[in-house]
Protein backbone atom coordinates (compact mmCIF):
# COMPACT_ATOMS: atom_id res chain seq x y z
CA UNK A 1 0.00 0.00 0.00
CA UNK A 2 2.85 2.21 0.97
CA UNK A 3 4.37 1.76 -2.26
CA UNK A 4 1.16 2.66 -4.37
CA UNK A 5 0.96 5.75 -2.15
CA UNK A 6 4.55 6.81 -3.16
CA UNK A 7 3.71 6.50 -6.73
CA UNK A 8 0.37 8.63 -5.92
CA UNK A 9 2.40 11.24 -4.63
CA UNK A 10 5.31 10.72 -7.24
CA UNK A 11 2.59 11.47 -9.91
CA UNK A 12 1.12 14.23 -8.30
CA UNK A 13 4.28 16.34 -8.03
CA UNK A 14 5.20 15.79 -11.36
CA UNK A 15 2.21 16.87 -12.54
CA UNK A 16 1.68 19.86 -10.78
CA UNK A 17 5.29 20.87 -11.29
CA UNK A 18 4.71 20.86 -15.02
CA UNK A 19 1.14 22.56 -14.58
CA UNK A 20 2.77 25.31 -13.16
CA UNK A 21 5.71 25.78 -15.37
CA UNK A 22 3.66 26.51 -18.04
CA UNK A 23 0.90 28.23 -16.56
CA UNK A 24 1.96 31.54 -17.55
CA UNK A 25 3.01 30.96 -20.90
CA UNK A 26 -0.58 29.85 -21.73
CA UNK A 27 -1.85 32.76 -20.19
CA UNK A 28 0.70 34.89 -22.77
CA UNK A 29 -0.31 32.69 -25.50
CA UNK A 30 -3.94 32.80 -25.29
CA UNK A 31 -3.50 36.71 -24.41
CA UNK A 32 -2.02 37.29 -27.73
CA UNK A 33 -4.04 34.67 -29.85
CA UNK A 34 -6.69 36.76 -29.31
CA UNK A 35 -5.38 40.01 -29.76
CA UNK A 36 -4.37 38.73 -33.16
CA UNK A 37 -7.66 37.25 -34.05
CA UNK A 38 -9.54 40.68 -32.95
CA UNK A 39 -7.31 43.21 -34.74
CA UNK A 40 -5.24 41.02 -37.90
CA UNK A 41 -6.98 39.83 -41.18
CA UNK A 42 -4.49 37.06 -42.61
CA UNK A 43 -6.28 37.66 -46.08
CA UNK A 44 -4.47 41.34 -46.02
CA UNK A 45 -1.46 40.12 -45.58
CA UNK A 46 -1.20 37.72 -47.74
CA UNK A 47 -2.57 40.05 -50.36
CA UNK A 48 1.15 41.27 -50.80
CA UNK A 49 2.49 37.97 -51.75
CA UNK A 50 4.89 38.02 -54.63
CA UNK A 51 4.18 35.27 -57.98
CA UNK A 52 7.12 33.74 -57.32
CA UNK A 53 6.43 30.08 -56.07
CA UNK A 54 9.48 29.84 -53.69
CA UNK A 55 9.43 33.31 -52.06
CA UNK A 56 5.89 33.14 -52.07
CA UNK A 57 5.68 29.68 -49.44
CA UNK A 58 8.93 31.11 -48.06
CA UNK A 59 6.93 34.09 -46.53
CA UNK A 60 4.05 32.40 -46.06
CA UNK A 61 5.93 29.67 -43.72
CA UNK A 62 6.76 33.03 -41.38
CA UNK A 63 3.21 34.52 -40.91
CA UNK A 64 2.84 32.14 -37.52
CA UNK A 65 4.68 35.44 -36.24
CA UNK A 66 1.94 37.50 -36.96
CA UNK A 67 -1.18 35.19 -37.05
CA UNK A 68 -2.61 32.55 -33.71
CA UNK A 69 -0.01 30.92 -32.24
CA UNK A 70 -1.45 27.42 -31.50
CA UNK A 71 -2.59 24.29 -33.82
CA UNK A 72 -6.13 24.91 -32.42
CA UNK A 73 -6.47 27.88 -34.08
CA UNK A 74 -3.99 27.89 -37.14
CA UNK A 75 -6.46 25.02 -38.51
CA UNK A 76 -9.87 27.52 -39.01
CA UNK A 77 -7.23 30.18 -40.00
CA UNK A 78 -5.99 27.42 -43.04
CA UNK A 79 -9.37 26.86 -44.00
CA UNK A 80 -10.11 30.32 -44.37
CA UNK A 81 -7.26 30.85 -46.28
CA UNK A 82 -8.51 28.51 -48.90
CA UNK A 83 -11.49 29.95 -48.80
CA UNK A 84 -9.87 33.40 -49.59
CA UNK A 85 -8.60 31.46 -52.84
CA UNK A 86 -4.54 30.75 -51.56
CA UNK A 87 -3.80 27.40 -52.84
CA UNK A 88 -3.96 24.37 -51.18
CA UNK A 89 0.06 24.58 -50.71
CA UNK A 90 0.06 27.78 -49.36
CA UNK A 91 -2.44 26.86 -46.70
CA UNK A 92 -0.63 23.31 -45.88
CA UNK A 93 2.71 25.24 -45.55
CA UNK A 94 0.98 27.90 -42.87
CA UNK A 95 -0.50 24.83 -41.16
CA UNK A 96 2.43 23.08 -40.63
CA UNK A 97 4.90 26.13 -39.59
CA UNK A 98 2.73 28.37 -37.61
CA UNK A 99 2.65 26.17 -34.33
CA UNK A 100 6.19 26.11 -34.50
CA UNK A 101 7.26 29.60 -36.45
CA UNK A 102 6.36 32.34 -34.08
CA UNK A 103 7.27 33.49 -30.64
CA UNK A 104 5.23 31.81 -27.96
CA UNK A 105 6.43 28.73 -29.21
CA UNK A 106 10.51 30.16 -29.21
CA UNK A 107 10.09 32.20 -26.17
CA UNK A 108 8.71 28.56 -24.30
CA UNK A 109 11.31 26.42 -25.70
CA UNK A 110 14.13 28.96 -24.87
CA UNK A 111 12.85 28.58 -21.02
CA UNK A 112 12.10 25.38 -20.82
CA UNK A 113 15.85 24.30 -22.24
CA UNK A 114 17.59 27.24 -21.20
CA UNK A 115 21.01 25.63 -20.21
CA UNK A 116 21.01 25.55 -24.21
CA UNK A 117 19.76 28.20 -26.12
CA UNK A 118 20.60 26.21 -29.73
CA UNK A 119 17.60 24.08 -28.94
CA UNK A 120 14.80 26.67 -29.37
CA UNK A 121 17.05 27.81 -32.57
CA UNK A 122 17.37 24.45 -34.09
CA UNK A 123 13.62 23.44 -33.03
CA UNK A 124 12.22 26.86 -35.24
CA UNK A 125 14.78 26.24 -38.07
CA UNK A 126 13.80 22.71 -38.24
CA UNK A 127 9.84 22.99 -38.50
CA UNK A 128 10.51 26.26 -40.64
CA UNK A 129 12.29 24.14 -43.45
CA UNK A 130 10.04 21.16 -42.70
CA UNK A 131 7.12 22.93 -43.47
CA UNK A 132 8.34 24.80 -46.43
CA UNK A 133 9.42 21.83 -47.92
CA UNK A 134 6.01 19.76 -47.92
CA UNK A 135 4.48 22.93 -49.10
CA UNK A 136 6.34 23.18 -51.94
CA UNK A 137 6.39 19.54 -53.09
CA UNK A 138 2.49 20.06 -53.02
CA UNK A 139 2.88 23.06 -55.66
CA UNK A 140 3.66 20.75 -57.53
CA UNK A 141 0.40 19.20 -57.97
CA UNK A 142 -1.46 20.52 -60.83
CA UNK A 143 -5.14 20.43 -59.77
CA UNK A 144 -4.99 21.31 -55.52
CA UNK A 145 -8.32 21.68 -55.32
CA UNK A 146 -8.36 18.03 -56.08
CA UNK A 147 -6.55 17.45 -52.18
CA UNK A 148 -9.97 18.81 -50.80
CA UNK A 149 -13.01 17.25 -49.58
CA UNK A 150 -15.69 18.31 -51.77
CA UNK A 151 -18.03 19.22 -49.01
CA UNK A 152 -15.39 22.19 -47.97
CA UNK A 153 -16.54 24.28 -51.11
CA UNK A 154 -20.28 23.91 -49.35
CA UNK A 155 -19.51 24.26 -45.63
CA UNK A 156 -20.44 27.74 -44.06
CA UNK A 157 -17.18 29.38 -42.60
CA UNK A 158 -18.47 29.92 -38.73
CA UNK A 159 -17.09 32.85 -37.58
CA UNK A 160 -17.90 35.59 -34.37
CA UNK A 161 -17.57 38.97 -36.89
CA UNK A 162 -21.24 39.40 -35.59
CA UNK A 163 -20.76 39.64 -31.75
CA UNK A 164 -20.32 42.29 -29.83
CA UNK A 165 -16.30 43.53 -29.89
CA UNK A 166 -16.13 43.50 -26.01
CA UNK A 167 -17.60 39.85 -25.81
CA UNK A 168 -16.17 38.73 -28.40
CA UNK A 169 -12.51 38.78 -27.18
CA UNK A 170 -13.71 37.02 -24.34
CA UNK A 171 -15.64 34.15 -25.90
CA UNK A 172 -12.23 33.69 -27.91
CA UNK A 173 -9.81 33.53 -25.22
CA UNK A 174 -12.69 31.36 -23.17
CA UNK A 175 -12.57 28.72 -25.90
CA UNK A 176 -8.65 28.78 -26.55
CA UNK A 177 -7.33 28.83 -23.15
CA UNK A 178 -10.21 25.83 -21.95
CA UNK A 179 -8.87 24.01 -25.37
CA UNK A 180 -5.21 24.33 -24.61
CA UNK A 181 -5.40 24.24 -21.02
CA UNK A 182 -7.74 20.58 -21.17
CA UNK A 183 -4.72 19.35 -23.84
CA UNK A 184 -1.98 20.70 -21.11
CA UNK A 185 -3.64 18.82 -17.98
CA UNK A 186 -4.25 15.43 -20.47
CA UNK A 187 -0.31 15.88 -21.22
CA UNK A 188 0.97 16.98 -18.09
CA UNK A 189 -0.72 13.51 -16.38
CA UNK A 190 0.52 11.55 -19.15
CA UNK A 191 3.69 12.20 -18.96
CA UNK A 192 3.36 12.17 -15.10
CA UNK A 193 1.92 8.52 -15.04
CA UNK A 194 4.69 7.22 -17.34
CA UNK A 195 7.71 8.47 -15.93
CA UNK A 196 6.25 7.11 -12.13
CA UNK A 197 4.57 4.27 -13.33
CA UNK A 198 7.24 2.65 -15.95
CA UNK A 199 10.04 1.43 -14.31
CA UNK A 200 13.18 3.61 -14.91
CA UNK A 201 15.27 0.72 -16.28
CA UNK A 202 13.03 0.67 -19.19
CA UNK A 203 12.56 3.99 -20.09
CA UNK A 204 16.63 4.60 -20.13
CA UNK A 205 17.01 1.43 -22.14
CA UNK A 206 14.60 3.10 -24.74
CA UNK A 207 15.48 6.57 -24.05
CA UNK A 208 18.80 5.80 -24.46
CA UNK A 209 18.69 4.46 -28.21
CA UNK A 210 19.44 6.80 -31.07
CA UNK A 211 16.70 5.36 -32.77
CA UNK A 212 14.02 3.98 -31.07
CA UNK A 213 13.81 6.84 -28.76
CA UNK A 214 12.85 8.81 -31.66
CA UNK A 215 10.07 6.46 -32.14
CA UNK A 216 8.79 6.26 -29.13
CA UNK A 217 8.40 9.65 -29.43
CA UNK A 218 6.60 10.56 -32.76
CA UNK A 219 4.35 8.06 -31.11
CA UNK A 220 4.07 9.64 -28.00
CA UNK A 221 3.43 13.50 -29.85
CA UNK A 222 0.85 11.99 -32.39
CA UNK A 223 -1.12 10.39 -29.10
CA UNK A 224 -0.19 12.91 -26.58
CA UNK A 225 -1.22 16.47 -28.92
CA UNK A 226 -0.34 18.88 -26.53
CA UNK A 227 -0.13 22.51 -27.84
CA UNK A 228 2.81 23.77 -29.02
CA UNK A 229 2.92 27.11 -26.31
CA UNK A 230 3.71 24.54 -23.99
CA UNK A 231 5.10 20.97 -25.10
CA UNK A 232 8.60 22.32 -24.39
CA UNK A 233 8.14 21.96 -20.82
CA UNK A 234 6.19 18.18 -21.63
CA UNK A 235 9.66 17.59 -23.65
CA UNK A 236 12.21 18.56 -20.78
CA UNK A 237 10.52 16.08 -18.25
CA UNK A 238 12.13 13.26 -20.45
CA UNK A 239 15.26 14.79 -20.86
CA UNK A 240 17.00 12.70 -18.21
CA UNK A 241 16.08 9.80 -20.13
CA UNK A 242 15.71 10.40 -23.88
CA UNK A 243 18.29 11.96 -26.51
CA UNK A 244 18.08 14.82 -27.26
CA UNK A 245 17.17 14.16 -31.08
CA UNK A 246 14.03 12.12 -29.55
CA UNK A 247 13.03 15.41 -27.76
CA UNK A 248 13.49 17.35 -31.12
CA UNK A 249 11.95 15.03 -32.93
CA UNK A 250 8.43 14.87 -30.41
CA UNK A 251 9.18 19.11 -30.55
CA UNK A 252 8.29 18.92 -34.62
CA UNK A 253 6.16 16.63 -35.33
CA UNK A 254 3.67 17.03 -32.79
CA UNK A 255 2.82 20.30 -33.42
CA UNK A 256 2.26 19.62 -37.12
CA UNK A 257 0.77 16.21 -36.86
CA UNK A 258 -1.66 14.49 -34.13
CA UNK A 259 -4.55 12.49 -33.30
CA UNK A 260 -6.37 16.30 -32.51
CA UNK A 261 -5.21 17.75 -35.58
CA UNK A 262 -6.18 14.96 -37.82
CA UNK A 263 -9.51 14.97 -36.99
CA UNK A 264 -9.92 18.72 -37.59
CA UNK A 265 -8.35 18.37 -41.01
CA UNK A 266 -10.27 15.52 -42.16
CA UNK A 267 -13.85 17.55 -42.70
CA UNK A 268 -11.32 19.90 -45.16
CA UNK A 269 -8.94 17.57 -46.60
CA UNK A 270 -8.69 13.78 -48.11
CA UNK A 271 -8.15 11.09 -46.25
CA UNK A 272 -4.95 9.89 -48.73
CA UNK A 273 -3.98 13.67 -48.67
CA UNK A 274 -4.18 13.60 -44.71
CA UNK A 275 -1.64 10.07 -45.05
CA UNK A 276 0.73 11.54 -47.51
CA UNK A 277 1.05 14.45 -45.30
CA UNK A 278 1.80 12.80 -42.13
CA UNK A 279 3.93 10.11 -43.63
CA UNK A 280 5.64 13.24 -45.34
CA UNK A 281 6.19 14.94 -41.94
CA UNK A 282 7.30 12.11 -39.63
CA UNK A 283 9.83 11.06 -42.32
CA UNK A 284 11.26 14.32 -41.60
CA UNK A 285 10.86 15.02 -37.89
CA UNK A 286 12.63 11.42 -37.64
CA UNK A 287 15.90 12.52 -40.23
CA UNK A 288 16.09 16.01 -37.87
CA UNK A 289 15.85 14.14 -34.78
CA UNK A 290 18.53 11.19 -35.98
CA UNK A 291 20.97 14.51 -37.52
CA UNK A 292 20.52 15.93 -34.04
CA UNK A 293 21.50 12.84 -32.33
CA UNK A 294 24.27 12.29 -34.49
CA UNK A 295 26.20 15.98 -35.02
CA UNK A 296 24.53 18.07 -32.24
CA UNK A 297 26.55 17.93 -28.95
CA UNK A 298 24.05 19.47 -26.22
CA UNK A 299 25.00 20.88 -22.78
CA UNK A 300 21.52 19.60 -21.66
Known amino acids: M ?6 AQEVFTLFLGLIIEAFPFIILGVTISTLIALYIKEEKILTYLPKNKFISHALVAFLGIFIPVCECGNIPVARRLISKKFSVSQATTFLLAAPIVNPITF ?47 RETCHSEEHDQEKHRGLKIFQKEFIGVFKLLFIGAFIAALTQAII ?7 L ?8 LAMVVL ?5 ICSNVDAFFALSYSSSFTLGSLMTFMI ?37 IGVNIFYRSSL
Request: proline fraction near 4%; charge should be positive; glycine fraction near 8%.
Open 2 to 7: SGILNQ
Open 107 to 153: ITTLEAFNVDKNIALIRIASGYVIALTIGLVVSFKKNQNSLLKPEFY
Open 199 to 205: PREVLNT
Open 207 to 214: GAHPILSI
Open 221 to 225: GFVVS
Open 253 to 289: FGPMIDIKILSMLKNTFKGKFLLWLSVGVAVCSVLVG
